[in-house]
């Protein structure tokens, strides 16, 4: 078992993109009690003060915030580090339609960090993702399609997450491991006329259309 997200350290380098991508997002947001000041003080690393800030924010139902204070507790910046309210405040991000989100809380559901592990959970979050074209939550899918966890072993559905996730450029090393060691493994024992048939269907794959606030579908979707 691969406990990725085991250590603190570990934990904050994996997060730490999310976070100066959450704070360059804040400017996008219309003006807010607290936000710049959450903002100002958060790039001074006064950590405490931008919590106090943020998280009426969140409560208020800001998904972005939301995210923001779930990565603060998982960090342990300016509160005690404390992995199950990360899961909450991810959750309730998750259940508003973030990406962002859905994709950490099927991670966290597949490393047991926060809640216990859960595979099915983590299959049920980062389709969620995955369908709507989050690159980190496909190569994590490929993986469990590949390994039969959480959802029925299926070389192709996996073999079409990896490609799919590794086409996209732009995903976390890490990430970008998952999936080419998923592709790589499946490809070797693949039918040339197999490849093509997966070709085709990425070449003709699209990501759903986010609805706001959309819950996530039960398990068993694929592409």
């Known amino acids: 078992m691969r406990l990725i997200l085991a250590s603190r350290k570990r934990g904050r380098y994996l997060l730490g ?7 360059a ?6 003006a807010q009690a607290g936000l ?12 405490a003060t931008a919590f106090r800030e943020f998280l009426p924010l ?3 139902g800001d998904v972005t915030v939301q995210n923001q ?3 603060m507790y998982y960090a342990g910046q300016g509160v005690p580090q404390d992995q199950g309210k990360a899961v909450e405040w991810f959750r309730r991000a998750a259940d508003r339609g973030s990406l962002d989100a859905q994709y950490l809380l099927g991670k966290l559901y597949y490393h047991g960090q926060g809640v216990p592990q ?16 989050k690159p980190q939550a496909q190569a994590l899918l490929a993986e469990l399609f590949f390994s039969g966890q959480g959802v029925a072993k299926n070389d192709m559905k996996a073999f079409f997450w990896a490609e799919l996730a590794l086409r996209a450029g732009n995903i976390p090393e890490e990430d970008q491991k998952y999936a080419q060691a998923v592709r790589d493994r499946i490809f070797a024992v693949m039918e040339p006329g197999q490849v093509e048939s997966v070709g085709q269907m990425i070449a003709k794959w699209e990501p759903k259309r986010k609805r ?3 819950k996530p579908q039960a398990q068993g979707a694929t592409q």
């Not at 993109?17 to 704070?23: P, T």
């Not at 710049?36 to 950590?47: F, I, N, T, V």
């Open 36 to 47: 710049e000041e959450g903002k100002l003080a958060y790039r001074e690393g006064d950590y």
């Open 17 to 23: 993109a999310l976070l100066l991508a959450y704070l």
């Open 58 to 60: 969140a409560e208020a």
């Open 69 to 71: 204070v779930a990565a």
């Open 212 to 214: 706001p606030g959309a």
């Open 118 to 133: 859960n595979f099915d959970e983590a299959a049920r979050w980062l389709q969620e993702a995955a369908l709507f074209g």
């Open 25 to 30: 997002s804040f400017p996008a947001l219309s």
